[in-house]
């Protein structure tokens, strides 16, 4: 069987397995099980019925439809295998809900009663967790402790107040180093009582995951512990992550969540932030400070809010370097430095296509290498000045003057006013450097005072 073929069964199977189970578990009584099938950002949900709350953006993700019954809001999730797209040219057989990974976000107000069926289509057992709820012991989902596993075939049911409105993210509690690897999560808001309450004018959230794919395969390692290749915005990786676009003027959200096996200082450009808000609760203004990065450690959520007064395209991204680089290269030898003119010919009779790579630098941005099927170039995505060189974890915050209230279209690359951007030197040349630990100092080989600090006292005199 041809990769194309195998791909195109397991794509059948995945629709198969969504379109069946509802009649086979009775649809007289579950509620139903909607089922994305694509990795775009979804609009925001508008509550059809129940209390009224400002919906977030999951970004490149969606929100679970509910049914109201006897006044109890009820979701269906459905644990099962899905493709996600992590970027045009990349798929991964990875583990979801209702066709995707991660899965929908589920949105409910405080106060809420709340009853969740889970459907388990894996090929083993599972549960879910309710990372930062506030609920009956024996609805935390912890296999063995709180609940015997959900057996594959089976129904669980949850049902629980939403005590308090937050950030909060679902998870399985069994088997969870294999589960999670595969991407089984999503994100849970429950929104105030009162949507007057922690108002914003746009909210996003998504969660931090990582996978281990080899190039050329399509399912994660799932034994990897640190040494992950795929550093993922809801399971998305740059240039497929959707920019976050507001309007200028406008207050804006940004919620995450870490499951993850290691932390993440997200950063974000041109504007400053506050954490207002992590899994545990909101945070006091009196407890609150400026900030440009927030770690994001594992198991951790964070809500971060700022006024977005600063039109332009923001780069918002994870500070280490390592987490915006996509799968290629991770394990590229170090070649600064090193002359390696003639090599690349000597093992282009080997090896066809071979480019050595990094003798000034990393330079991986510009490089077309052949790639091997389904994998992504280290570093990509072009802006409106060429080449972006990032890949990860690593976004675009689009703040734009005059846009319509609730429009996310992307706007296109933002048009800087004359004389805002920077530019070549193009007067006289600069000074030839001098050479290290050198001449650049006196004739007479004394100290430079100018090196020297503040030995003599006569310097500048
Ligand atoms: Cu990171």
Redesign the pocket.
Known sequence: MTDSMKRRSFLQGAALLGAGMVSKAGAATLPEAPVQGSAATAAPLVPPNGRPYNPVVTLNGWSLPWRMKDGVKEFHLVAEPVVRELAPGMHANLWGYNGQSPGPTIEVVEGDRVRIFVTNKLPEHTSVHWHGQILPNGMDGVSGVTQPSIQPGKTFVYEFVAKHAGTFMYHPHADEMAQMAMGMMGFWVTHPKDPRQHAVDRDFVFL?SAYDIEPGSYTPKVNTMLDFNL?TFNSRVFPAIDPMVVRQGERVRIRAGNL?M?????HVHGHTFEVTGTDGGWVRPSARWPEVTTDVAVGQMRAIEFVADNPGDWAFH???S???MNAMGHDVPTLIGVDHRGVAEKINKLVPGYMVMGEKGGAMGGMRMPLPENTLPMMTGTGQFGEIEMG??FTLLKVREGLARGDYRDPGHYRHPKGTVAYEWTGEAPPAPSAPGGKAGRADGALDVRRGGASTGHEGH
């Open positions: 931090l550093w993850t290691t932390n993440h200082p997200l994870c500070h280490k390592h987490h915006t990860g974890m």
